[in-house]
């Protein structure tokens, strides 16, 4: 693979960054993942608002402009034949000696980008839909910020796994559902209300959550932006999740619990056909 590293395109083998990075021993990074699809990136626009966002609320000073990310974007898929799969992007606040107070100014901002070849359209947990086990929310409270702080999410799943599920719901002390370790919730009650938690710093503010909520509304589904707890989850008529990756993948149990019947819901898959339609 040809990845980039500040300013240069290398084999992966000589990508080189510091021991002393902040991303590296402070987890002071943060990131974005695109997907592409036949050589094309999936709302690249909508993920390089939220990076600006990122950068925003840490004060990191922008690594590039957004046509330069998009120029690096581009040649990364060229450069790697990439027809399918996703393009990971991660800026730290640079390196400088170990210390809780930010670098000075100036300290220039690490910029990393990779590709990772992975099947998006065609995938066994779509066909199949996949099984969630809730554990607790236990992460920092700033989760609207994509930080690279990604131990608890990794935590979570390993402890989903355990329990003979693919993913984790994280679930607030008051019982309800924020999101999964790397994507956002969703339940169709047994009414036909599209339920998803309400944008605060409680989640990450999806970009695929955006783009699946505007559908839903055009499609005249009924859209309430609320929490819900786990026990209304169990008791859902269907349940799925999104994320770049992962578009709209289809929950089929909770805790153990079916959903519905146990098969991908019928909304669900038809929201996936038209995320699919409207985005590629
Ligand atoms: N994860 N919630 C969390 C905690 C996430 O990490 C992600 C994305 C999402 C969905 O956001 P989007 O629709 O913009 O991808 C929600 C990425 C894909 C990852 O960490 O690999």
């Given at each position: 693979r040809i990845v980039y590293v500040n300013g240069s395109y290398v084999p992966e083998e000589e990508a080189k960054v510091s021991v002393f990075d902040r991303a590296f021993l402070m987890a002071d990074g943060i990131y974005e993942v695109t997907t592409v699809v036949g050589g094309k990136l999936i709302d690249f626009a909508g993920h390089m608002a939220r990076l600006g966002r990122s950068l925003a609320a840490l004060k990191m000073t922008p690594p590039a402009d957004t046509e330069a990310l998009l120029a690096i974007h581009r040649e990364l898929v060229v450069r790697n034949g990439l027809d399918e799969g996703l393009i990971y992007l991660q800026v730290s606040r640079g390196s400088a000696d170990r210390d809780f107070s930010f670098p000075p100014e100036g300290t220039p901002p690490t910029l990393v980008l990779f590709t990772q070849k992975v099947a998006?359209?065609?995938r066994e947990s779509v066909r199949s839909g996949i099984k969630v086990a809730s554990v607790p929310?236990?992460?920092?409270?700033?989760?609207?910020i994509k930080t690279v702080q990604l131990l608890y999410p990794s935590m979570a799943k390993m402890e989903a796994k355990s329990k003979g599920a693919d993913d984790a719901w994280m679930v607030e002390s008051d019982g309800t559902v924020t999101e999964g370790s790397s994507n956002n919730a969703y339940i169709i009650t047994k009414a036909g209300t599209l339920v998803t938690r309400a944008l605060s710093h409680a989640i990450l503010h999806g970009i695929t959550r955006l783009a699946v909520l505007r559908l839903a509304r055009e499609t005249g589904l009924t859209v309430e932006e609320r929490s819900f707890t786990l026990d209304e989850a169990k008791d859902a008529r269907e349940a799925f999740i999104t994320s770049a990756s992962a578009f709209v993948t289809p929950v089929v149990s909770i805790d153990g619990q079916r959903i519905?019947?146990?098969?991908?819901g019928e909304t669900t898959k038809r929201m996936r056909e038209i995320y699919i339609a409207e985005s590629l």
């Open positions: 998006v359209l065609e929310d236990l992460r920092w409270g700033l989760r609207d519905g019947d146990g098969t991908p």
